[in-house]
């Protein structure tokens, strides 16, 4: 067949690939419409209001458990003697009252004679103080006598109160000197063995017992965060021993001078202590919210959508109008995050779904 007669035969092919063409041209074109927010839509999507708050930024320093020092008491002996009987270990809880160990001592020997002694000279002084009264009423006995009657009774009755007062001060009985916890709670510090000579006069404390329930967390802020953490910053305090229970509380005091050998100033966390987790001695890592200073827009870090290492959010900008607009972040403390580029106080952003409406309007 020569080229001059294949022609006809091509041309209905070639104008039924040209009507397939255009037909698929105009599918494709129906199959990517542009995408609207409807109102319907707008109305299940959550919207925030960007707000202006002064930027956090969260500092990590180290610390450690301290016991609260107006819940601890030192346990001194008021008399001299040797110790035959501990009956606490370091560690142990103790309750108020209860004896912590017991000593025999001869001055305390000495006190016990001075009250029984005065004890009985009140007796014999109230009788003669009696006796004078009745005299005195019967005409046997002068003013002069009564009185002095009376003023050897009062003696005899402050003698015994002194006696008295030293002895309920000085637990005694019959196995010896009682070492009592003045307050109930834990032996953090014990000075004393058995058969140690216990003087009065000696400055070291024999027992220290301290009221665990509430502790301090000393915190060493170096110089160069001084500046950023204030009294009333809050706190997050974790340890060791539970890597996964957070501990919170604020800074309630901070030093006013440099520790001479470690450069740092010393701040103080007052937390409670639930079950008595948390041990004098224990490393704490502190968490502080400081604030910077700058006044920057916040918003939640979830509605933050990251794609192509760039940051976006879904804007509101009218009604059932929304574009995407790329931001910078600041910093990030928690679930709120502080942006300084590209959006500004009073923007609305979605909230919901924002993920959804993003991959829909990035193409368009």
């Known amino acids: 067949m020569t080229p001059k007669n294949q022609i006809p035969l091509l041309l209905p092919f070639l104008a039924v690939a040209f009507a397939v063409q255009s037909c698929?041209?105009?599918?494709?074109?129906?199959?990517?419409?542009?995408?609207?927010?409807?109102?319907?839509l707008l109305n299940k999507l959550l919207v925030d209001t960007v707000q202006e708050a002064s930027a956090l930024s969260e500092i990590t320093l180290t610390g450690s458990i301290a016991p609260?020092?107006?819940?601890?008491?030192?346990?001194?002996?008021?008399?001299?003697?040797?110790?035959?009987?501990?009956?606490?270990?370091?560690g142990d809880a103790v309750k108020k009252g209860q004896v912590l160990a017991l000593m025999h001592s001869a001055e305390m020997a000495g006190f016990i004679k001075d009250n029984v002694t005065a004890e009985s000279d009140l007796k014999s002084?109230?009788?003669?103080?009696?006796?004078a009264k009745d005299m005195y009423k019967g005409g046997l006995a002068s003013q002069q006598e009564l009185e002095q009657a009376h003023s050897d009774y009062e003696?005899?009755?402050?003698?015994?109160?002194?006696?008295?007062?030293?002895?309920?001060?000085n637990h005694s009985n019959a196995n010896g000197y009682e070492?009592?916890?003045?307050?109930?709670?834990?032996?953090?510090?014990?000075?004393?063995?058995?058969?140690?000579?216990?003087?009065?006069?000696?400055?070291?404390?024999?027992?220290?017992?301290?009221?665990?329930?509430?502790?301090?967390?000393?915190?060493?802020?170096?110089?160069?965060?001084?500046?950023?953490?204030?009294?009333?910053?809050?706190?997050?305090?974790?340890?060791?021993?539970?890597?996964?229970?957070?501990?919170?509380?604020?800074?309630?005091?901070?030093?006013?001078?440099?520790?001479?050998?470690?450069k740092v100033v010393h701040a103080r966390v007052k937390i409670n202590n639930?079950?008595?987790?948390?041990?004098?001695?224990?490393?704490?890592?502190?968490?502080?919210?400081?604030?910077?200073?700058?006044?920057?827009?916040?918003?939640?870090?979830?509605?933050?959508?990251?794609?192509?290492?760039?940051?976006?959010?879904?804007?509101?900008?009218?009604?059932?109008?929304?574009?995407?607009?790329?931001?910078?972040?600041?910093?990030?403390?928690?679930?709120?995050?502080?942006?300084?580029k590209g959006i500004k106080p009073g923007d609305r952003i979605i909230a919901s779904r924002q993920v959804y409406l993003y991959e829909s309007l990035k193409d368009q």
């Open 24 to 40: 698929h041209h105009q599918v494709a074109e129906q199959k990517d419409p542009v995408f609207h927010v409807t109102d319907t």
């Open 68 to 90: 609260d020092e107006n819940k601890m008491v030192k346990v001194y002996p008021m008399v001299s003697g040797i110790v035959q009987d501990i009956h606490v270990q370091l």
């Open 125 to 131: 002084a109230t009788r003669a103080y009696e006796s």
């Open 155 to 169: 003696k005899a009755l402050a003698e015994s109160k002194r006696a008295g007062a030293v002895i309920g001060i």
């Open 179 to 262: 070492l009592k916890a003045p307050i109930s709670g834990i032996v953090v510090e014990k000075n004393i063995t058995n058969n140690t000579q216990v003087r009065a006069d000696n400055g070291q404390n024999l027992f220290t017992i301290a009221d665990l329930s509430s502790v301090y967390v000393l915190v060493n802020v170096y110089e160069s965060d001084i500046s950023s953490v204030k009294e009333g910053d809050p706190v997050k305090i974790t340890t060791l021993s539970y890597p996964d229970k957070i501990f919170t509380g604020k800074i309630d005091k901070i030093d006013n001078m440099l520790d001479p050998d470690t």
């Open 274 to 340: 639930p079950g008595l987790l948390l041990k004098p001695e224990m490393f704490a890592s502190v968490r502080i919210k400081a604030v910077s200073g700058e006044n920057l827009p916040e918003i939640s870090s979830s509605t933050i959508i990251f794609d192509k290492n760039n940051d976006y959010v879904v804007v509101l900008d009218g009604k059932a109008h929304v574009h995407i607009q790329q931001v910078t972040i600041a910093k990030k403390v928690e679930d709120r995050a502080y942006i300084s």
